[in-house]
């Protein structure tokens, strides 16, 4: 690997915390791997897990709860990881972990959804993989779709979306994106956004480079806060709104602003936003076992049972 001072080297994104760096003639070194775990039993929490394609060019991770009643009909749960668009996946301990712990918690069934990364692949490649997945999902509503698990467990009636960081970025479009969309049949009855991550009127030299299709603070994929407030309004097609925030996050400004401005867009809907003190971005997924990481999983728990 060439060491960041190698007259080569255009560029290292992000130098806080590099993921990959440009050299000058164009190429592009991958700079942090992502580490794996195959599904498993957790013998600790009895959750299953398993994964499954999911057509054209992604995958996912499945998660069942340990059930007295196999033929139980669960809240769904569709989960978009983060890691900047660029690093992390479903399959990693961190998320891995993170997932069996909510859904033992919460008693629901998740489907983590795994989608291509920058700068391999720029966005808005992450979006059109997340929306292949909703649809994927979306088969299953007759019970006669490819993965079991949803057929016989999922319940229709209750779907959520969540994701933390670029992955509740993620969570937020698909929400808009089935608003105009006639075809796809689910019906989300709430959004969970941890720590997310959107764009304020900065520019942002990761997103110009692994999005340069985007107009940055102008997109509102990136930064609802400029999307008409009749739009978003009219967008956001679910009953409930999740924020949580961190008070040390580089990023708390930018989720306070995107509560405020969903709270006054006329939406017609329930929006909350949880604060909790003296962490940072997403300390929940580093210190899973801290007093408050648990009280953290015991507040979105509690949204999903709404």
């Known amino acids: 690997m060439a060491s960041s001072s190698n007259p080569e080297i255009a560029r290292v994104f992000l ?10 003639d164009g ?10 775990v195959p599904p498993s039993d957790d013998p600790k929490t009895g ?6 394609p999911v057509p054209p060019l992604s995958s996912a991770r499945i998660f069942l709860p340990k059930t007295s009643d196999p033929t139980a009909k669960l809240p769904l749960l569709i989960y978009i990881h983060g890691g900047a668009f660029c690093i992390e996946s479903p399959f990693s301990p961190t998320y891995h972990n993170y997932l069996t712990s909510l859904v033992a918690k919460a008693n629901v069934i998740a489907v983590s959804v795994q989608y291509r990364k920058a700068p391999e692949h720029n966005l808005p490649a992450a979006y059109d993989d997340a929306w292949d997945a909703i649809n ?5 509503i007759e019970r006669n ?10 319940d229709f009636d209750k779907v959520f979306l969540g994701g933390d960081s670029a992955g509740a970025n993620i969570a937020h479009n698909m929400i808009m994106k089935s608003a105009g969309d006639d ?18 009127d900065e520019p942002d030299e990761l997103i110009s480079f692994i999005f340069p299709s985007s107009k940055g603070p102008n997109d509102p994929r990136l930064n609802p806060a400029c999307i008409a407030i009749k739009e978003l309004a009219a967008g956001l097609v679910c009953k409930r709104i999740l924020v949580c925030v961190a008070e040390k996050d580089f990023l708390r400004e930018r989720g306070v602003s995107y509560y405020e401005t969903v709270k006054n867009s006329g939406w017609n809907g329930v929006i909350e936003m949880v604060e909790i003190e003296g962490e940072e971005h997403v300390f929940y997924l580093f210190k899973p076992d801290c007093e408050k ?14």
């Open 15 to 24: 130098p806080s915390y590099p993921m990959f760096q440009l050299y000058k």
């Open 136 to 140: 994927w999902i979306a088969s299953h």
């Open 27 to 36: 190429r592009v070194e991958r700079l942090r791997q992502t580490v794996t």
């Open 47 to 52: 959750v299953r897990s398993k994964d499954a």
């Open 183 to 200: 075809q796809v049949r689910l019906k989300f009855s709430g959004l969970f956004l941890m720590n997310p991550f959107f764009m304020n």
């Open 293 to 306: 990481a648990g009280e953290l999983m015991d507040r979105v728990s509690s949204f999903l049972n709404l």
């Open 145 to 154: 779709g490819p993965e079991p698990w949803l057929n016989e467990n999922a």
